[in-house]
């Protein structure tokens, strides 16, 4: 099941991340530096939202919503779908659209800086 939204083209690379995360050895490694919940809420381009998470509290997982069913994030990241695309293709930096007000985050702000490896994972999978 994908989770790219055609509304949201950046949301292709939920699907890279749940790949690179398909790796045991990957998603345990993962799992124990991320030790949370990450959400992303992200707006398109006709100012519409659509969420999806990272679980790297427990499974591993890569789904859509804001958390599996029955948990919470415990941080959530909220920005454009274009800012996203450039984070994701490493054009942007995550501190720097956080300084700029593209980038919002609710939640425990020091767990969102362990997002940074995870994303790079995606990176090195895919060029958007």
């Given at each position: ?29 993962a799992v ?61 930096n995550a ?29 090195t999978k895919?060029?958007?």
């Amino acid at each position: 099941m994908s989770l790219k939204e055609d509304a949201w083209p950046s949301s292709a690379a939920f699907d890279l991340i749940a790949s690179a995360l398909s790796d045991e050895a990957e998603r345990k490694d993962a799992v124990k530096k991320g030790g949370t919940i990450f959400a992303f809420t992200l707006k398109n381009d006709k100012s519409e939202t659509q969420s999806w998470y990272i679980d790297l509290k427990e499974t591993g997982k890569v789904g859509k919503g804001l958390a599996p069913e029955g948990k919470k994030a415990g941080v959530t990241l909220i920005l454009s779908d274009v800012e996203f695309a450039k984070l994701i293709s490493g054009k942007a930096n995550a501190q720097k659209l956080f300084m700029s007000g593209k980038l919002k985050i609710k939640g425990d702000v020091m767990k969102a800086t362990k997002m940074e490896p995870i994303l790079k994972k995606a990176q090195t999978k895919a060029k958007l």
